[in-house]
């Protein structure tokens, strides 16, 4: 868990940090064919770290109501929180290295 808060605070440190040199629009949106619909507006890019947020609390308040009866299935829980959480730190900082 500790992994998973230290990257989303440095994912936000970076945000803010490189937010001079952004464009307005960056490629967010990778699913989507290539061109205009893969841009979104600079401030979306909060979007990663702020799911990462949203997915704690829902551990944590899981593992509260479940952490006796069910300890196998809050560790892996846990690993895909830190995993989902590398796997967005990684998104992140691909964006900021293509765009700056």
């Known amino acids: ?19 001079g040199l952004l464009p307005p629009y960056v490629p967010l949106w990778y699913a989507r064919s290539w061109g205009e619909e893969r841009l979104a507006p600079r401030a979306l890019l909060f979007l990663l770290p702020l799911g990462n947020i949203i997915w704690i609390g829902v551990v944590i308040l899981t593992s509260k109501h479940l952490a006796k009866t069910y300890s196998f299935f809050i560790q892996l829980m846990y690993v895909a929180t830190a995993l989902t959480s590398i796997l967005s730190s990684i998104t992140l900082l691909k964006i900021l290295f293509l765009v700056t």
């Open 1 to 19: 868990m500790k992994i998973t808060i230290i990257l989303t605070i440095l994912s936000v440190v970076l945000i803010v940090w490189r937010w």
